[in-house]
């Protein structure tokens, strides 16, 4: 099973996929990482384990759709089976997200429905929950919709920062997309024709 993680920052997500490829003892590879940021931190630690990376910047396009188009082609030369947004920070063109319907895959950090967009943390304390959360899920054309995969959660304490909520979570995070990406690569995982999520033996 062959996945391009896409980035735009510190990238310790797709530092957990790798993990979860190489410790796994999957039949599944990493081909590339690819981010919007040439200075993204994460190109520099997946260039130090040996992973291919490219850089799409996505200032050198004019518009969304020349942008989305470049990526398209920069991911297309590894030919992926998945394509994994691990803090992947630019909005989708609904002609991409198509373009790879049922292969496109994010993680979102809140329980979605609730919380989608920027800034997770404040909105959960904001709203005064008792747990806070992550979800994997399939991308579709609307932000932080689709149908989903997985969610972890995390309680939110008293004296919670938004900071701190973050820190808790990402720990969730890495575990999450961890066993996400061995329900693909064991092929436990697909969308049918409805758009629903079919799972076999997932524990
Ligand atoms: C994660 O919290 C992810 O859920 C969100 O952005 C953050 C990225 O962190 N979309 P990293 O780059 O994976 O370390």
Redesign the pocket.
Known sequence: CRFVVL?S??????QAIVNAVHEGGLAAQVCAVVSNKVDAA?LAWARDQGIPTVAVPHRDYSSREAFDAALADAIDAWQPHYVLL??FMRVLTPVFVERYSGRLIN???SILPAFPGLHTHQQALAGGVQWHG?TVHFVTPVLDHGPILAQGLVPVLAEDTPDDL?ARL?QV?HRLYADVVRWLAEGRVALDAMQRVQVRGVD
Not at 9 to 14: A, I, V
């Open positions: 980035i920052g510190r990238g310790s997500n797709m994460g691990a803090g993680i979102h950090p992550c973050a990402l995070e």
